[in-house]
């Protein structure tokens, strides 16, 4: 169902939600999870079910209890527009979980720095911890490992009698790793791999190596 | 004055033009002037224009008698018109008429193409006569203050209606027309027809439910037939003509003595895309041509699409290749000759194509039929039948189109404001919504209230706003803004304009393709070859380029299927094909390919049921034709597959055409199986139908044009550069979200509705399964793809139903990667 990979001798937990567990660091990496965007619709007028918008969190809430780490790092697009209500949901929940939360800022945040820095949520605009770059967009800075999202990566699965899957998918080049988009309200953007590149798909909550074949 | 004094007065006008009037006119005449609605049901090019206009002046001139001295300002008419193409000779006719009489009446245009200070200007004050669009008409209705514009309106003619009937923008009309019973006392509706089986209808949608209406109406036809030939373009070497295809190059040279024996010839193609491509071979194989020759469609810029008509009525142009957007209405006197690509698939639209050349009184209008592939040659035999017996097809009304009720209602909230007790009766009172419950009238209130039925406490969201006098208003002017660049029912990609560097317009073409190009590359569109030199906010800047060879622009855009009177004729030419008669030249020169049919697999006659199997490289191939039309054998294929599916885990990929279908799969498929189970069996067809329905993507598909309509997706606009990317979102998503938090929203249902409506066509499907049933199933198990079977396997639009699951599904699948 999971997927453990290692890179650089560090261990990470491929998660089916779309986030990532570093267990070296006890740090979950998460991008894009685009809060407020249910809202932001409908407050312009576009009537999307206003339910969509309390999953987010609710998936937030049900992965950090499954792996109790100590930092929630957000790889960028945390919240995809100005403040709203879905802000004060955001805050309850930030004064639930017990980790602590650091923001690498995405082109979608705009909510001004010191709200975060008020729920005690740090902002950074890139990070280095031992040799890993987090980033929102992806970036390849030599002798580092890049973790990013703003891409939101999907693939495209052929098989025999004209089949055709698209599935959201973890992308992974030899230097960088971007994450899927793990808002519920956000689409995808397909790609199309090199033969080095590994890509695990999500499919029906499993992760799925879908670029082995090609390695053997 | 008296009615025939009135009368005399428009006998006088076409006396001193030397016409003579005819008796439908005169007839459409007295029923207007006694106060009567209706629907006249008259070819193009019959004088349908003055048979309504005239007593519309007529009128005017009864209420007005010194009107030769004094002119009474306000809006008399209004005249809908499907395409903007038609409103310029509309309004030349309407002006010369009521200049002649010395009324001082003006005739406007007010479409798309209309220039923001010439409405400006209309709004201050309006034409006597306006000639517009259905989604113009709706604009009018989104201004403050409609009501006093539409006061003094006598008449609503509504052109070309069978065009309008089995579309949303018909419901737009029937909308439109409900709130102009109330605001104009005084008007009279008309309805203005070709042909079509359900004539009476027709007009009871035009007029709605309301009784008073209903009674004092009358259905008028002109006694006017167009004689139609029909002639087929037959490959001179059967042998080598291809038996798929869309495009028909291979019998380019056929038609250029055609068009260089005729003053204008037109070329109607299905697709923009095939426009473009044969504009593009002609002028590559004849360049004498140059210069001669012209393209027409919709997505070529205003100025060059009027250049192409009026040099059509010059006689300027030799030929023209063009889309539907030059089906329609106008006459160009100069074309004398048609000529069409590919199956029209539908017998009015092929008459209505051939009905754009001129007659000479006494002689037939002449169309070529060109196909472009083998088994097309079937249905020109098929068509020439249909025109001959005079077969017309019914246009079917869209019931309970909430996606286009909830626009509207938006449309009043945005102007005047509306109070739902006034609005909810005249609702009722459309062909439409007539059975609309007190509770689909709430959603629709609450939906565009609260967003949803149930009121969170601290929701924010904002559309219409009810006033404490129950008033229900749109405030914010952003929405306000939104909303009427969203206004119309016709759903198309997400647009870009074209433009040169240095400015000038070419034309729009859909977002898709441009995006999948870099700047640096190529394409052909317009008839020229194009450079991409960057995308700036949703306008692709390019500059001429003379490289050769280029894509082709490409549009999406829907495949028109088979009329099923169209199929039962179709089916009846191939089965007179399996008693070996051959007796049409079409049929005959068809020979060679139902030869190798009979060889590899068999002709199916009257009583057998068809179903091919073979294996090629692409997975195992089942094929089943029951020539029933697009429609049924989409329908079919998904029931199909779905009771299949539940015999044990399979994926199917499916694809279907006017003859037959086929279920694709990476394993064999035993038909033994499925005929052992009955699986063509009629019992539990809604049931098993509407669960097939959920495994496929047809609702899914549906769902974008509701989406849309209804406001919850904002395209955006070409002409209006406005910051909205954070505003964009896709239908898709939005069906996903839909079914997870929200699955009785009524829009998210009319998908289905809709699908099951006017796409699945239950009634027709039972029928279908039923001759089944009494037909002897023949299975052949092939070596290889059959003539019939070919067009099919090659389709590249596909349906997809499944009962593996995804995962087991994906370890026998592979990654796409780069090219």
């Known amino acids: 169902m999971i997927q453990n990979i290692q890179i650089k001798n560090n261990f990470f937990i491929l998660h089916p939600s779309g986030a990532i567990f570093w267990e070296d660091k006890k740090m979950l990496l998460i991008a894009d999870v685009h809060l407020g965007k249910v809202t932001h619709f409908r407050k312009h007028g576009a009537p999307v079910p ?46 639930y979980t017990k980790a602590e939360g650091i923001l690498i800022s995405g082109n979608h945040d705009i909510i001004p720095q010191y709200l975060y820095e008020d729920l005690g949520v740090k902002v950074f605009d890139d990070l280095l911890l031992d040799g890993f770059l987090l980033t929102h967009h992806p970036t390849e800075i030599k002798g580092t490992f890049n973790f990013s999202g703003h891409i939101h990566p999907g693939i495209r699965m052929k098989g025999v009698g004209r089949q055709f899957v698209k599935l959201p998918c973890f992308y992974k080049t030899e230097t960088q790793l971007i994450l899927p988009a793990f808002g519920n309200f956000t689409g995808k953007h397909i790609l199309n791999p090199s033969e080095k590149d590994e890509i695990f798909a999500i499919v029906e909550g499993e992760v799925i190596c879908v670029s082995k074949k090609i390695k053997e | 004055m008296k009615q025939s004094e009135l009368i005399s007065i428009a006998e006088d006008w076409f006396q001193s033009k030397k016409w ?36 519309i002046v007529l009128q005017y001139l009864k209420e007005n008698p010194d009107y030769k001295t004094k002119h009474t300002k306000g809006l008399k008419a209004i005249w809908i018109t499907p395409l903007r193409a038609l409103s310029v000779e509309i309004q030349q006719a309407a002006q010369r008429f009521a200049d002649d009489l010395g009324t001082g009446l003006t005739v406007g245009i007010r479409t798309g193409d209309t220039s923001q200070s010439e409405r400006a200007k209309q709004k201050r004050q309006m034409p006597d006569l306006l000639i517009t669009t259905p989604e113009s008409l709706m604009l009018l209705l989104a201004s403050k203050g409609y009501d006093k514009t539409f006061k003094t309106l006598t008449a609503i003619v509504v052109d070309e209606w069978h065009e309008l009937l089995g579309s949303k923008r018909g419901v737009q009309m029937e909308l439109a027309l409900s709130r102009l019973k109330t605001v104009s006392p005084k008007i009279r509706i008309w309805g203005i027809s070709a042909t079509i089986g359900n004539l009476e209808e027709a007009q009871d949608v035009l007029l709605g439910m309301d009784s008073e209406f209903r009674k004092n109406a009358v259905l008028i036809k002109s006694k006017q037939k167009s004689k139609i030939e029909v002639r087929s373009i037959i490959p001179k070497k059967m042998e080598t003509f291809p038996w798929r295809g869309h495009l028909g190059l291979h019998l380019l040279e056929e038609i250029i003595p055609i068009i260089n024996n005729s003053k204008t010839t037109l070329i109607f193609t299905n697709t923009r895309g095939q426009c473009e491509i044969w504009f593009q071979k002609i002028l590559e194989k004849h360049p004498e041509f140059a210069g001669e020759i012209a393209m027409h469609h919709g997505s070529i810029g205003k100025e060059t699409r009027l250049w192409v ?42 008459l209505q194509r051939a009905g754009r050349s001129n007659h000479r009184p006494g002689e037939p209008s002449v169309i070529y039929f060109l196909p472009t592939h083998a088994l097309e040659l079937v249905e020109a035999s098929a068509l020439k039948r249909a025109v001959k017996e005079e077969v017309v097809e019914d246009r079917i009304p869209y019931l309970l189109s909430f996606d286009v009720l909830i626009q509207y209602l938006v449309t009043l909230a945005i102007s005047n404001g509306f109070f739902p007790k006034e609005i909810f009766p005249e609702i009722k009172n459309t062909f439409c919504f007539q059975g609309i419950t007190e509770e689909q009238w709430n959603w629709c209130l609450n939906f565009i209230t609260l967003g949803s039925q149930s009121l969170q406490a601290y929701d924010e969201y904002k559309k219409v706003e009810i006033t404490d006098e129950g008033l229900f208003k749109v405030e914010s002017r952003q929405i306000a803004m939104m909303h009427r660049l969203s206004i119309g029912t016709i759903v198309s990609d997400s647009m870009m304009l074209v433009k040169y560097v240095s400015g000038g317009f070419i034309g729009t073409i859909e977002e898709w393709f441009i995006s999948k190009m870099k700047p640096g590359d190529t394409f052909v569109f317009a008839g020229r070859t194009l450079e991409l030199v960057r995308i700036r906010q949703m306008m692709a800047q390019v500059r001429k380029s003379s490289k050769k060879s280029a894509k082709v622009v490409s549009f999406m855009g829907g495949r028109l299927p088979l009329s099923s009177q169209m199929s039962k004729i179709l089916r009846e030419e191939l089965q007179s094909e399996a008693d070996h008669k051959r007796n049409t030249p079409e049929l005959k020169a068809l020979s060679h390919i139902f030869d190798r049919q009979e060889r590899e697999s068999i002709v199916p006659g009257e009583n057998e049921f068809l179903i091919e199997t073979f294996k090629t490289r692409e997975g195992y191939h089942a094929l089943f034709y029951p020539f029933e039309g697009r429609f049924v054998h989409e329908a079919m294929s998904s029931l199909l597959a779905y009771r299949i599916s539940l015999l044990s885990p399979i994926t199917f990929s499916l694809a279907y055409n006017d003859y037959g279908f086929e279920l694709l799969s990476d394993q064999f498929l035993d038909i033994q199986n499925v005929i052992d ?27 974008r044009d509701i989406a849309v309509i209804s406001g919850m997706v904002f395209q955006g606009y070409p002409n209006k550069v406005i910051k ?42 039972r029928l279908a399964l039923e001759r089944i049933n009494s037909q002897k199933i023949i299975w052949k198990q092939c070596e290889k793809p059959t003539p019939f079977s070919f067009p099919i396997i090659t389709d590249r639009l596909r349906e997809k139903l499944s009962s593996e699951k995804l995962a087991d599904r994906i370890k026998k699948m592979t990654l796409q990667l780069m090219k």
């Open chain 2, 309 to 350: 008509e009026q040099a059509i009525r010059n006689e300027s142009l030799t030929a023209v290749v063009a889309t539907s957007s030059l089906d329609l209405g106008v006459d160009f006197a100069p074309v004398e000759t048609i000529i069409q690509i590919g199956g029209p698939k539908g017998i009015a639209k092929f």
């Open chain 2, 20 to 55: 003579k009037s005819f008796p439908f006119q005169q007839k459409t005449w007295k029923a207007f002037l006694d106060g009567k609605h209706g629907l006249l049901n008259a070819p193009t090019g019959s004088g349908k224009t003055y048979a309504l206009w005239v007593p």
């Open chain 1, 50 to 95: 206003a339910n969509a918008a309390f999953k987010n969190l609710e998936k937030l809430t049900e992965i950090s209890n499954q792996f109790q780490p100590e930092i929630i790092c957000f790889l960028g697009d945390l919240f995809h527009s100005k403040l709203n209500e879905e802000w004060q949901d955001f805050e309850k929940w930030v004064e």
């Open chain 2, 677 to 703: 189970n009955n699986l063509f069996s009629s019992k539990y067809l809604f049931d098993d139908l509407q669960k097939s329905l959920n495994a496929t993507e047809l609702a899914r598909r549906k769902f």
């Open chain 2, 724 to 765: 909205t990317k954070h505003l964009q979102s896709n239908s898709q998503l939005l069906f996903d979200v839909f079914r997870d938090y929200e699955p009785d929203n009524l829009l998210y249902l009319q998908a289905y509705r809709e699908t099951f409506e006017h796409q699945l066509e239950e009634g027709r499907l």
